[in-house]
């Protein structure tokens, strides 16, 4: 697994926002986000541990870096259920076509956004970063290390029946959704796969 660590080129990065960022989101977790009472109950103290989360950015700068496009993976654990504010850990995905200026402005950026969310930001890496969304399908992959394919709720679902979504999204969204995940996997940390439930969020960040 080839990849360039680039954290030396984060710490270089500005820190000046000139045009705040926003695009679209899309995490899956190990764990039903909505769900029966007696199942979440069943998970909650032996799942949802992990997550994987896709960023794309649609406009937005960092510095004097143009964001737009640059498309971003993070893979975050923790050694307990993410809701219980146990320490986590983090690993980067910065899509390998954008610049190293901008990869190094988009990981500044986002850590310092979310860091409650990332916790400790063990690596970043470059690596080819695929996030494609047509007909309510959302496919994000990130070379080597994860990805995940979800599905929208057609009917949004958990708009009407918000009593049974019973987490919230690791970063604060906009038009938060619930997705059906087909398939999520990670090969960082501890290697997973979940599929067939629906533990995704979608959104705007």
């Known amino acids: 697994m080839k990849s360039t660590i680039i954290s030396v080129l984060v710490l270089a990065a500005g820190t000046a926002s000139a045009q705040e960022i926003q695009g679209r989101y899309v995490e899956a977790r190990t764990a039903s986000v909505m769900t029966g009472a007696c199942h979440y109950n069943g998970e909650v103290v032996t799942r949802g541990r992990d997550a994987v989360m896709g960023f794309r950015i649609d406009k937005g700068h960092s510095g004097a870096a143009d964001l737009q496009g640059v498309e971003v993976v993070a ?18 995905v910065i899509d ?15 850590r310092t956004r979310y860091a409650k969310a990332f916790g400790t930001v063990t690596e970043v890496h470059r690596a080819p970063v695929r996030f494609v969304e047509k007909d309510g399908l959302m496919d994000i992959e990130a070379e080597g290390y994860a990805k995940l394919s ?10 009407k029946m918000d009593a049974l979504v019973w987490y919230q999204p690791l970063v ?13 996997e990670s ?4 290697p997973w796969m979940d599929a067939g439930e629906n533990t995704a969020f979608h959104g705007r960040f």
Do not use: H
């Open 187 to 190: 090969k960082a940390f501890t």
């Open 150 to 159: 979800v599905k929208a709720l057609a009917d949004r679902a958990c708009c």
């Open 75 to 92: 893979i975050v654990t923790s050694s307990d259920n993410l809701s219980a504010g146990a320490e986590r850990r983090t690993v980067l």
């Open 172 to 184: 604060p969204i906009t038009d938060r959704q619930v997705g059906y995940t087909a398939r999520a």
């Open 96 to 110: 390998s076509a954008a610049t190293e200026e901008q990869a190094a402005a988009a990981a500044l950026e986002l």
